[in-house]
């Protein structure tokens, strides 16, 4: 945590505006207590800004003695990570100046990030609950036996490099679980990765083999009391707390994870619970998974550059009342791994399965995402569903996005509750259908999607239209049926009454109109297909059988195993990025389409922001 001499001093302002004498915000003595008062406040913050101006040599202080010893490391080290240099005290200061004003940290005063695991430098951690920080270091074996939880109050923090293998076949799953109040500091590199993987053999891991992150927060979510049950083990999150933070998790790769133990009831790869905004979970990849790769249980959470590649089901799924943001989104289909019977999606969203209209309504807002599914690929199967799912209520906010490759529709929605949100069929008034806005797809492309490489957006096969007269009604073998009465029959799907809402067919036609959304086709007229080429990357890029996510096969160097897919192209018209800063600050004002810039250069490292060794797409 370092600050600048403007943001230190910026922070003590804040400090001294927001912690008035009668309400200072208190840290137990003698952490930050320099003038050794009994009370932690502004005045010390003042202190320590002073023995920074002079070199470490701090003024005498009133009471007295300089933290109670003389000492200054004695309760100046606010980070607890014994430094108190400079360089040492500015962070400190800063910290202190957050504590003061009530803002987020990772850290109790003074604690610092806890000792080593014990049992290095090989060590299995059992189903067990950590009470107190502990670090998880690099170059340290690290195997989890069973469920490990961090408790309220406690922080794991895991070093750059670590390597995190859960156990297959262990009793209890194998998982790492943040509770409400817990916090997780897992702070990888480009070059030195955080890696969450399987304890089998490069080779011999699969989908499924451990139970992957699960961080459980106190955000908001649209259930009563706004608490919910996580999926998989029953753990508690929600609170409604919308700035609540949860820790910071970048540059991490979690990979061959989810465990099913019932029908729709799932450890994902990368579960995040009822997560708040101040939480920082940006530059990270779910790989391999069982269930889905990245999934959002209600929560206000935003993030930057996620890869969701190779899951068993969907790439990024939301509910619960999820109103977030998301920047740079890669997800892809594996024809080998995606499962059949679960209907993949790149994107699917609800709002709530139990209140289609429960409140905070589901409306996060995506950008610049490539979305790709595993129609034509080598080992497809009908795993591969929409592109883009919505339903149950849920409204969105989608932009300069590329859908390509779904064996279904590139686009969909499901429930009038859904249809509701984003627009209004009004022909039998002979007026048009019109676009409420709260439910809007801007600056995209949906291509070779569904039957014949044509079917854009389709209508969700249990879309509920309403239906007022028999005139509007067809035979009675029609499945989606929604007239009563003798002879009645069910709705024909075209000529709604006044009431009823737009089909997704006039919803995606208006976005084509005024949105810039382009409906590029198949292979055979518009589109070139897709470019499964990330430049070849030669043997020196590769380090031998034992690293932890080798890219070669065989002994020695071999060959890369996965290229992932990057930037799909096509041939037409590409509409004009929109500017997701328009939407508010957290966006960056991009120039192009999808998760990648198709102009920056790719070397054997990858390409743009995908780079290795932090991003992996081993199957095995």
Known sequence: MRMSWKGTLAAIGAAAVLAAPAAQAQISPPCGDLNNDGSTNVVDALLMSQCIVGGGNCPTVSPGPLCGTGSLIDCGDVLGDSDVSIAGLTADIAALALKLTGGATLFKACEGPGPVVAGCPSVTIPTSTLTANQTWPAGCDI??????????????????????????????????FVLPGGKIDAQGTPTAPIIMTSSAAPGARAIGDWGGLNINGRSTVNAPGCTFEAEGLPTPFGGCDEDDFSGIVTFTRVEFAGIEFTTANELNVITMNGIGSATQINFTQAHAGNDD?????????????????????????????????????????DGTLTDPGRDSRGIEGDNSEFDNNATPRSNPTFCNLTVIGADGQ????????????????????????????????????????????????????????????????????????????????????RQLDSCTTNAECVGAGDPAACCTGSGAGTCDGGDFDATCECTVPEYYALLVAGFDVVPANGTATTSTGISNAWPAIDNSACVGAGDPDPCCSGSGAGTCREIPVVSPSFSGTTPAAFDCSAFDGFFDSLSYLGAVDPGASCTSSGCDWITRPWAGFARN
Request: proline share 2%; glycine share 16%.
């Open 143 to 176: 195997t989890l036996g069973g469920s490990v939880f961090v408790e309220d109050g406690v922080t794991l923090t895991i070093q750059p490099g670590a390597v995190i293998r859960g156990l297959v076949g262990s009793i209890d799953p194998a998982a790492l």
């Open 293 to 333: 790769c990245h999934e959002w249980f209600g929560g206000t959470s935003n993030h930057k550059n996620l890869i969701s590649s190779g899951c068993g089901d969907d790439g990024f799924d939301f509910q619960l009342g999820y109103t977030g943001r998301v920047q740079n989104g890669l997800m892809f289909q």
């Open 378 to 461: 080598a080992g497809a199967n009908d795993g591969s569903d929409a592109g883009i799912l919505l339903r149950r209520g849920t409204q969105a906010q989608i932009a300069n996005t590329l859908v390509q490759n779904f064996g279904d529709a590139g686009y969909e929605m499901r429930d009038v509750s859904t249809t509701q949100q984003a627009c209004i069929d009004a022909d039998d008034d002979g007026m048009p259908e019109s676009l409420t806005g709260d439910h809007i797809v801007r600056s995209s492309v949906f291509e070779a999607n569904g039957s014949g490489g044509v079917e854009h957006a389709k209508s969700g096969d």
